[in-house]
């Protein structure tokens, strides 16, 4: 006998409220064991692994929360049991809610991004350029004076309060803490706010811990806001709202915005409201307005194609002001924008450039070069922690900036990238002398099947037809590669847009195309997943649920790093997941083995990461989805059960 609504519900209620007090215990354990963790404590001693269980086990609750809540009902579109369905939308929140304030005053696990958000709010709360400084300068103030490059009283003057704030109680521990101190910040002006914001209440606290929670509780409401926008963007397309636990309890999110205290919450959040505007704009979807609440003038303004696209630009410009990224989203706004308004659009695009060049402008060509290479720039100002004197440096270098080395060399956790640019990667000045050295032009890296010889012309051919160092070459032609396949699939989502002019297509295509960007990136860090965990709701293959989970393997590379060492002569490459089971038994005492890399494979240390990882990672599920998107185009007839 089929059940009841309100029976389906109590269920549910019951699934939700176990695995809610599950993750609640596990979080309450990894703020625990967070202590542990400090940059002061000892590396190896640091609980990485159980930190790592713990999260893979609130990763299981989530999907199991997620199956319950979203999968098993994911054509039940009704608002039957209302009341009911409101005491499950009341405990996905608080459970979220709880979930993030436990993690709030835990120790940051294997970051220390939120050092510099801190001190670039110090910064800015003295009215002063977080892009015009590096922390080597404040830093070395005292011991080598002030460079002869800043030959402006501002400028030394600012130096100077810089150097005393830098030691000041509550605040030397966090400058200690800034990393990759050589480089200005690479973080865009929209951030500099709320990190001021933060900084400000850091201060007024009085102390370190003061200064960490109160930046990680700025970012956690932009987090808790995000949220709130998603249920109302449920609520507007008549879709349960009780679909937010895909976001508000993903594990991932919780790592890295309630432990690990990221700024991509802030841009995150700006991303949404403006998708969220776009649908409200664009789309007429029947909803009662409640002009006795307030809604009426809100309504009417972003039901106005032509004022919700101007609103709509000027956020995702702070989005892009807060991080890049959300500017991928700029061909698919433009489509729609021009498909309902024509030449009118041209106004919010206008809007979009403007307020997003003042955004960036603050943070371009602020470094100075005398020479024409980032890396001898970065050179000069290290060279100030020797004996070096700041007179003997030119005049006119500054600190290089923190985002141009970002975008030039960055790479880290990559798979399609890693790939790409391993097979292209030139060993030694020329392949004759590496096999004359080595006695082999064979790569120690096991997925590389290009020659030597070959991928040393084929870096000479780059160079000479773009004019770069043979050095970048790899890395040039594997980003342009990588540009132009994303922008094939950014074609496509634009294609399926026209095509199916429905909101939930929309919603779709940007998780697609966020999601794409990422696999396609050199840097994936586990952080920058969280860019699509808002629309992962709407996307059709639940494969992508898994991503999330996946991808903390990338905190096993530190664990990798304080482990082992690399030894790039050991034989051999085990298959299969045993290598790790192995791993954790040698760890652990109970077998010992006597390769000298990890497991018989060729490397250890952070190089069995880089080489192994990944694609463990990332080979299964781009193979599953391969399948399913095959399975998909298959005829009906063909397809393997019910077609739902």
Request: hydrophobic fraction near 50%; aromatic fraction near 16%.
């Amino acid at each position: 006998m089929p059940q009841s609504p309100q029976s389906i519900d109590q269920s549910r209620r019951w699934h939700l409220l176990f695995f809610g007090v599950l993750m609640l215990l596990v979080y309450s354990a990894i703020s625990w064991l967070s202590f542990d963790c400090q940059q002061s404590d000892p590396e190896k001693e640091r609980p990485l692994l159980w930190v790592l269980a713990l999260f893979t086990i609130a990763g299981v609750g989530y999907l199991f929360a997620c199956r319950q809540m979203i999968w098993k009902h994911a054509t039940d579109r009704s608002s039957t049991a209302g009341a009911s369905r409101a005491g499950l939308l009341t405990m996905v929140v608080g459970f979220g809610v709880l979930f993030r304030l436990v993690l709030l005053f835990s120790v940051p696990i294997q970051e220390v991004d939120l050092y510099r958000y801190l001190w670039d709010g110090i910064v800015v709360s003295q009215g002063i350029s977080p892009y015009e400084y590096s922390p080597t300068e404040v830093e070395l103030v005292p011991s080598k004076g002030i460079p002869n490059y800043r030959t402006k009283l501002t400028e030394r003057e600012d130096l100077e309060r810089l150097s005393r704030l830098a030691t000041a109680p509550g605040i030397e521990k966090t400058f200690k803490g800034v990393h990759f101190e050589d480089y200005t910040t690479p973080y865009p002006l929209t951030n500099q706010i709320p990190f001021a914001i933060a900084a400000t209440i850091g201060k007024f606290i009085g102390s370190y811990w003061g200064m960490l929670f109160a930046m990680k509780g700025v970012l956690i409401v932009f987090d808790l806001a995000t949220a709130f926008l998603l249920v109302l963007l449920l609520k507007r397309l008549s879709l349960p709202s009780v679909w937010v636990v895909a976001y508000l309890w993903c594990p991932l999110l919780l790592k890295e915005i309630a432990n690990s205290g990221h700024l991509d919450s802030i841009a995150v959040f700006f991303n949404v409201a403006a998708v969220y505007v776009m649908v409200v704009s664009y789309w007429r979807i029947a909803r009662p307005v409640d002009v006795t609440a307030g809604e009426g003038g809100v309504e009417v303004l972003l039901t106005s194609s032509f004022l919700g696209s101007c609103l709509a630009a000027v956020l995702l410009a702070l989005g892009v002001g807060a991080k890049l990224f959300p500017i991928i989203l700029g061909p698919i706004w433009a489509l729609l924008m021009f498909k309902r308004m024509r030449l009118a659009a041209v106004v919010p695009l206008i809007i979009f450039w403007v307020v997003t060049a003042a955004l960036l402008w603050p943070m371009i060509g602020k470094t100075k070069y005398v020479h024409d290479s980032v890396e001898h720039a970065k050179s000069l100002v290290a060279d100030f922690r020797d004996d070096h004197d700041f007179e003997k440096q030119p005049l006119n270098v500054g600190p290089p900036a923190g985002i141009e080395a970002f975008v030039s060399r960055w790479e880290m956790n990559d798979f399609i990238f890693m790939v790409i640019i391993e097979n292209l990667k030139p060993y030694g000045s020329s392949a004759q002398q590496y096999a004359q050295e080595n006695e082999s032009t064979a790569s120690k890296v096991w997925f590389v099947k290009t020659s030597n010889q070959w991928r040393h012309r084929f870096a000479d051919w780059y160079c000479e037809l773009t004019g770069g160092p043979k050095a970048s070459a790899p890395f040039s032609f594997t980003r342009r590669l990588t540009l132009v396949i994303f922008t094939l699939i950014v074609a496509w989502t634009c294609v399926r847009l026209w095509r199916q002019d429905d909101p939930l297509v929309l919603l779709e295509m940007v998780f697609l195309t966020i999601a794409w960007f990422w696999l396609l990136a050199p840097t994936q860090n586990p952080w920058y997943w969280t860019w699509a965990l808002p629309w992962l709701v709407f996307c059709r293959s639940r494969i992508w649920y898994g991503v999330a989970i996946v991808t903390m393997a990338y905190y096993l590379r530190f664990y990798f790093e304080y482990h082992g060492v690399f030894d790039p002569n050991a034989p051999g490459l085990l298959w299969g997941m045993a290598f790790y089971l192995q791993f954790l038994l040698q760890h652990y005492g109970v077998v010992t083995l006597n390769g000298p890399g990890l497991v018989g494979t060729p490397y250890a240390g952070t190089a069995f990461f880089d080489f192994i990882f990944p694609v463990l990672e990332f080979a299964p599920i781009l193979l599953a989805l391969l399948v399913g998107c095959g399975v998909r185009f298959l005829p009906r007839s063909r397809r393997m059960g019910p077609v739902k």
